[in-house]
C-alpha cells in the first residue's frame, strides 16, 4: 500500500508564501519514476480540484487559479513532492492533498490532507 504523507500546511496571512511537501516512504524509487504526483485541494462545500501535477520527467500542468503563484517540483531520488505558493489569497484556503497516480490510471492514491487557510 502506498502511503503519502503531506506536511507544510497552516495558516498564514493574505500575500504569504506557503510550501508544502509530500513524501512515499514506502515506495520503492523505480516505482515512484511511474508515478505522476499532483497536488489537489478541497474546500468546504466544494470538490476536490486540481492544483498542479508533475510527471517524472518534470513536465508540469497547472490550474489556471495556480499558474504564476504556485510552483510544483519533485525529487525522485527522494521520492518527494513539492508545492511553492506564493501570494496566497483567502480563496487558497483548503485542504491541500498529495495524490499519486500510476501513468496508465491503474493505480491512485491520496495523502491525508494537510490544512491551508489563508486570511485575508
Known amino acids: 500500500q502506498v502511503q503519502l504523507v503531506e506536511s507544510g500546511g497552516g495558516l498564514v496571512q493574505a500575500g504569504g508564501s506557503l510550501r508544502l511537501s509530500c513524501r512515499a516512504p514506502?515506495?520503492?524509487?523505480?516505482?515512484?519514476?511511474?508515478?505522476?504526483m499532483g497536488w489537489y485541494r478541497q474546500a468546504p462545500g466544494k470538490q476536490r480540484e486540481l492544483v498542479a501535477e508533475?510527471?517524472?520527467?518534470?513536465?508540469?500542468n497547472y490550474a489556471d487559479s495556480a499558474k504564476g503563484r504556485f510552483i510544483i517540483s519533485r525529487d525522485n531520488s527522494r521520492k518527494t513532492v513539492g508545492l511553492n505558493m506564493n501570494n496566497l489569497i483567502p480563496e487558497d484556503s483548503a485542504v491541500y492533498y498529495c495524490?499519486?497516480?500510476?501513468?496508465?490510471?491503474?493505480?491512485?492514491?491520496w495523502g491525508e490532507g494537510t490544512q491551508v487557510t489563508v486570511s485575508s
Open positions: 495524490n499519486a497516480r500510476s501513468s496508465g490510471g491503474q493505480s491512485n492514491y
Open positions: 508533475i510527471t517524472s520527467d518534470h513536465t508540469t
Open positions: 514506502r515506495m520503492i524509487t523505480s516505482t515512484f519514476w511511474g508515478y505522476i
